[in-house]
């Protein structure tokens, strides 16, 4: 991915957003990357990838192709509609 593509998608958070996020704030805990415009709080399927971010902010490197990444996502929006439980934050 590259630093301006999205990472949440649903508050339309980037991956440069949230990375200069957790350089700069350091939070203590993955949740907090919340704090950063909202991320993670929507649909859920970005959690994965900021707690990717919160435990390596300086070395993160999203090796995943945006087209794969929106196709992923549609995949898990299907999932939820059926029912199955949202992400959360360990």
């Known amino acids: 991915m590259q630093p301006d593509d999205q990472i949440c998608c649903c508050y339309r958070v980037s991956l440069r957003k949230l990375v200069n996020y957790a ?23 970005c959690i994965p990838f900021l707690e990717r971010i919160w435990s390596d902010p300086d070395g993160i490197a999203l090796d995943v192709d945006p087209e794969a990444y929106a196709a992923q996502r549609s ?3 299907g999932r939820l509609q059926d029912g199955e439980a949202k992400r959360g934050f360990e």
């Open 75 to 77: 995949a898990y929006h």
């Open 23 to 45: 350089r700069r704030e350091r939070p203590a805990r993955a949740s907090r990357m919340s704090e950063c415009l909202g991320a993670g709080t929507g649909c859920g399927w």
